[in-house]
């Protein structure tokens, strides 16, 4: 804390003072500089949780693709014991010089390889697991779809909130001078009570909207500001005059072609893969497994049985193939082989019902895209009118052809189609980038081709 005295500071406090400021002063205005989409998703993909779990699921199946593949390679182990041991003859008889008992150490150390020959079920194990990647892979672009969808979401959300709090902070001020001039027109007997009291319900009716769109706004920033781990994100504005993106390709079974590219469906088709490896590996389980196993030991005795039992002190090593027959299993492999058959049949209507599915819901966004274009045209027709419709008005009332009421409507209409026109772009651009992680041609290029849109 800094106290303020009636004695001068000393030159280096006041440098450090004055260093504090510019530092305090550099961070609020690196926290409210206006940023791109393409910064904020950089930012994203470093904080945002859902992303970063699918990327370290995906990394988790690359070492489960590892392990598979290790069953495939020697295996190495080494083995040692030691004991302690006693042994008293029940035949009397049988004596080494005067001792009627031996004590004796076994020690022992074996070091045993094994390489797996043949074995089916390693094979398609690993097969497996190469296909799973897959699987993770395709939810990885899931995941950075989604979060570009977010971010896009987000970021728009937050400029179609800004936009709504203008459009209401102009229509209270027109509506504050119409109800001025119905107050003065009152005073002076130039209208009724009635024209006076209809602009004021008007004008409390948007200071109304104005609150609820400053809400509307804070609400919105923070959820863009969680979304990138920064506080206070200013997302640059549209450019003007304001364009919709290019939708290209221009027709909808182009759209739905790209579909067979896309993450959902690849995910169902590497689905069908792996059930017809395991349908494989099921029937293989009644084949045999063959490893090459090769031993190394060496067995030592000390103690009073030592010379006795010299015969058993020495090393030994071994190699051949070891071979498995499955003979009989209770028919748990039929059984399975059944139940993989089944499995893979499931599989292939999944990946049936998501190739329909995400070509249904890719007409649909396609049209839904084309639609808001076309809305977009229309309200920007409807806006021209509405200010045209809004001075022509205005300059009746003024000539005393026109009546209170009727400027009031036309204000209310001209602010609510202004309202609507902001909106309907902004669903257009989110809507382009929904259609494009559909078709599952959703890049971070793509942002790049928004910030196009927006002014620098």
């Known amino acids: 804390m800094l106290h303020h005295g009636p004695c001068q500071r000393p030159a280096s406090s006041l440098r450090r003072t004055a260093a504090a400021v510019a530092l305090l002063a550099s961070c609020w205005a690196a926290g409210a500089s ?11 993909r470093g904080y945002d949780a859902a992303f970063l779990a699918a990327q370290a699921q995906a990394e988790a199946t690359g070492y489960k693709v590892e392990q598979a593949k290790a069953a495939n390679l020697p295996n190495v182990g080494l083995k040692g014991s030691i004991s302690r041991n006693q042994f008293e003859p029940a035949n009397k008889n049988f004596q080494l010089g005067n001792v009627d008992k031996f004590h004796f150490t076994n020690k022992s150390l074996a070091l045993q390889a094994r390489q797996s020959l043949y074995n089916k079920g390693v094979t398609t194990s690993i097969q497996q697991s ?122 909808a079974d182009e759209w739905v072609a790209l579909t067979a590219d896309s993450p959902n469906v690849v995910k169902a088709q590497v689905a069908l893969d792996i059930a017809r490896i395991e349908s494989g590996k099921a029937q293989g389980e009644h084949l045999p497994t063959a490893d090459l196993v090769g031993t190394i030991s060496r067995t030592e005795v000390d103690g009073s049985a030592s010379a006795a039992l ?20 209770g028919f748990a492999t039929t059984n399975r082989i059944k139940e993989s058959a089944s499995l893979l049949t499931k599989s292939e209507r999944d990946l049936d019902n998501a190739r329909r599915s ?8 396609f049209f839904g895209v084309q639609s808001g274009q076309a809305q977009v045209k229309a309200l920007e027709a409807a806006e021209a009118s509405a200010k045209l419709a809004l001075e022509a008005t205005q300059l009746g009332y003024r000539v005393g052809v026109r009546v209170n009421k009727d400027v009031l409507d036309a204000q209310t209409a001209l602010a609510t189609t202004q309202r609507d026109l902001s909106k309907a772009r902004y669903d257009v651009i989110v809507g382009t980038m929904k259609l494009r992680q559909l078709s599952g041609s959703l890049k971070a290029e793509d942002l790049d081709n928004l910030n196009k849109l927006l002014t620098r």
């Not at 206006?34 to 994203?44: I, V």
């Not at 995400?358 to 966004?365: E, G, I």
């Open 130 to 251: 190469e296909e799973s990647l897959k699987v993770a892979q395709a939810e990885l672009r899931v995941a950075e779809s989604d979060l570009i969808v977010r971010l896009s979401q987000a970021y728009f959300d937050v400029l179609g909130a800004r936009d709504a709090l203008t459009t209401a902070q102009t229509n209270k001020k027109a509506l504050a001078e119409q109800l001025a001039s119905a107050k003065r027109n009152f005073e002076v007997g130039n209208a009724t009570i009635t024209d006076t009291r209809e602009a004021q319900a008007r004008f409390d009716l948007a200071t109304a909207q104005e609150i609820a769109a400053e809400n509307d706004l804070k609400v919105k920033s923070i959820a863009l500001d969680q979304l990138v781990g920064l506080s206070n994100v200013q997302p640059l504005p549209l450019a003007a005059p304001a364009q919709s993106p290019v939708l290209s390709p221009a027709t």
């Open 34 to 44: 206006a940023q791109s989409l393409s910064e904020l998703y950089q930012t994203a």
């Open 310 to 329: 010299a015969s058993s002190t020495g090393t030994n090593a071994s190699i051949g193939v070891e071979v498995n027959v499955p003979v009989f299993a």
């Open 358 to 365: 995400m070509a249904l819901a890719t007409r649909q966004a």
